[in-house]
């Protein structure tokens, strides 16, 4: 029996991954997608621009879509997932949270407010439980959870693992693909044979959004990590894929090979997305590569290498898809975690 | 009176950038070109396959390319520029200097070495006594000078104006131009829609030499800087021009505006060379970018950017051109400096 | 005595390539740039988004922009260069000449219009005759003059001169830079690892303006030339420099050293911006390329090479920059052919 | 019961090709590889320096490569596929078929050889009767059989589909992907930001080829067909899929709809590689793109759109996967026509 579920946003780039991975997927059944009121009343086919290099698929083209509006949802909607633009999200998703409906978003909105999970399975699952504070506190039925930035996923699975040596400090410089701002967000009149060493907001998102992913949940509140992370994030031509150059500081002093292992033994979670190991590190100094590796574990695998240890710590390279692992795929695998769970 | 200057390998990509330089330049008259064997004999059009956009100078057209050994070279000869390839250099380079000729080189053999100095003329001109040094435990005649590799001279500016203020460590993630490489070091089915987040020998060159550079030179010896250096370095689809993240940890507590100040203020040298600013710091968050800021200065500018500061000093981005203020130019302006100072 | 000008529409990536062009030209002040309400009243250097590598002209960025209407702009402005979208073009543009300006426009909007005079001077100078038709017919004290869409300029000087042999029919494939498009007119995620081989309107403008360009003119209207062109258009992730594989049938039988010899030999005209050379024809045939010979003749010139005979008449390549060349210079051009025709 | 089968060449570019697309091959079963002396004794997953995004097959990976010499290839493997370079194709591919083995060849070498069958299965799989011919004029036991060039191969059976149509003449204008020319074939310098108007032989290859491929063959010889084919063949920055823009002359006046039936109706055979419809016909106009569609039918199919008729015929693009449909494929393809018709 698979679960009736909705997309919000269902038009843009990744609400089209989010088409792409939900049709297939065997615990979900997508009847319902939404759009702007200019695309309202017309077939799925017809109001979103395919860009995606797979076939749109049969079942969803001739979906009717329909506003992003509570009363605009058909009855039996139990899960919806969020690809709205920050700002829209900001001013809908507790509308349909009010209205009962469990929203796992991808949009940036409310992701460090303290009431609202903001989880990578894999990694914080517990902190899930700040869905009843979120209900208590906000008097909701439903629920609404995130999934942190697309260079913060790509990092945070392997800072989780280095805790375990005290993890105290990060510098992180990011190789950012042009898809992480949107099919029109970056003009070829600017990358080509350039590099942009400035993504607005992104540090300050890898900044924050890492330490409460880190953070200890107590089953009232998440107190964020004490690590001491800064970034410098970059946009460069490549077409899917963040690659991000990690140092982290440790107060213990590992070898690079416990490094290695730390990260390779980094647990799974058995849900239908999560990759079967979720880094996979690499021995040749060269990779990961984002063209030759961002589609480890059908997207949703991170990638390491360059594992090397420095007079404070460690520093090594992580790549991630970043329209999958860190994106669309993000949402759906906290949507199977709510699941799991019981949430819906 | 002009002085006559030689170009050791001069076909390769450095090469033709001295060749580029040098032609036009003031103070110095090419007469000499050598490359391997097979070219000795040749005139310099037929022997080089010319890649720059400007076209090949009438001036060296019809030179005849000599073989690179002391006996070829002409006599009257006075200052010899090398980029040979460095396990030739390694095997010629002393040959010359024992033969009695100063030779400004970029090649990256010996940079290290306890008696070459290795030289950015804004930087640690004083380094230059080394010689007195070299001349006496070789015996030479001649001298050797080095300059650094193209993805440290673009930081190493930058960090010789934070030494103001106690610098401690520095993290640096590179985003190096495909030209870094040579004319076919980096294939296109490598680099289109992808990053290499490893260059060989790279990341070490970096830690060292910007120790030495920022090294202090009491007239016997240079005592290496201690500032804990860790390089990761990253080829990217741009031509030319590498960008540079970088983080520098300070004793002192600088805020950002004292650290634009330090770089502003940076003196430069009196040399034909040298531009007017040596760094030039740009006010925009996503500035510099490579393709935009590469050719400040006629390509010896270093252009800075993004300055933050941090828990532990400050972080921002740094750019230069990698074969002119990388490479070409940086061993003419050490030739302009061994002029200036009397060594020819 | 300089001639004062306006730039209709100078924010735009055309109005930027006319800013920085006319500005240090010797027969041209700059005393108005135009641009749409929401830039009234800021300086230049505030409502445009500079893009160009070369820094903003202090001249122009404090000048205060205006509305793009006759109203707006000051006495004393003789000439008026316009860079509007066709669509604004269309309906701004009449206004102007019939309050007495002569505009030489870049704009697409009635290039084919019998009584207006389409042009590049080293073609079709004569077909400037036609402003005498457009001012009996429409009543205007002004003139309105285009020049041709990019795409079309690149090939027409090589077809001019094979007129010569009986052109009778063209089959052209174009190469287009991505800056064609506007700045922000080619998506990266659309071109990176891709071509699109489709322009919307370009092929059927090529297939009818260079008839124009080509036909003849009898003091009355112009007949267009009848050789069957058809085209075939396709944007490539090049930055600027259009590049076109030609056929060109002829009813004679020349060899491909005559046709070079024609190309050579096209006649230039005395007008600051032409080039000296127009065509420049390379024996290499792996050139003109576009990085490397798009800015040969700063811009202005035609490069053409792998000029072969074929069972019809021959085939060959040909290279323009398209901003300069292409869109902005060739409005200069014909700006200073209005001058020196005394239209001014 | 599978068919032993080696690869000639096995470590290149198309070698490695190959092993991706024969290993899983359920006619076929790969116990060969060889490649230069230097590599001879090796394991494969030593000698090949491994390019394809997905991993190298485990049962290939350990298989020691041996020489490419008849001498070294072990008992039973009863066919072989070739992708050596050219002059040694040349060299040693008729020693092999001495030696009695059947070869299927991607070598350029011998390609318009009268007695050497050239064939595309869904295009001319009656030529293999010049296997005959060339055992009775060369005394071979094996057979020696050819696939056309890549960029022929693109552009062949759209052309075959018009031959109903009287096909009379063909300009083409290619737009090549640099995997065409090897792995190190492009120098990123050379083609970032550029193109490249020329690849050596290549319009020549095109120019004759497809005249074989279209020839009819009368049991002893192939008289090549009559059409005049002209190539400009352009080296572009995409990875893979070469795109084709094509004018056909035809003796007949089809309609733009009659063509794309005839493209849409072109027969396939039944072989394992051979994909459901040869060629797959787009109404966007902006279709095929090499990015978007070079997969279609696992590589294996040819794209076409923007059909248009002209005054003289029709004009199109067309677009196929330059490795494996235009390289690999099209070998193993060959190989498993000639399993189908008994010659192995």
Redesign the interface.
Known sequence: MSTTVGILGATGAVGQRLVQLLVPHPEFEVTTLTASPSSAGRPYSDAAKW?I?SPIPDDVADISVVETDPEAVPDGVELLFSSLPSDVGAAVEPAFVEAGYVVSSNSSNGRMDADIPLTIPEVNADHLGLIEVQRDERGWDGALIKNPNCSTITMVPTLAALTRFGLE?V?V?T?QA??GAG????????????????IGGEASKMETESRKLLGSFDGAEVSLHDA?V?A?C?R????DGH?E?V?ADLSEDPTADAVVDAFESSRGVDLHSSPERLIEVFDA????????DR?LGDGMAVAA??VET???GV?F?CLAHNTIRGAAGASVLNGELLLEEGYI
Chains 1, 2, 3, 4 share one sequence.
């Open positions: 860009r290099d400090r510098d410089s190789l042009v898809s099919y029109s967000g970056v003009a070829s009149m600017e990358i080509i044979d350039n590099v942009i060493p400035h001491d800064s410098s970059n460069v031509p490549t077409l690659l150059n140092w100094p060269d990779r990961p590569q984002p063209r030759l589609n290498g360059g420095t007079t404070h520093q390279n």
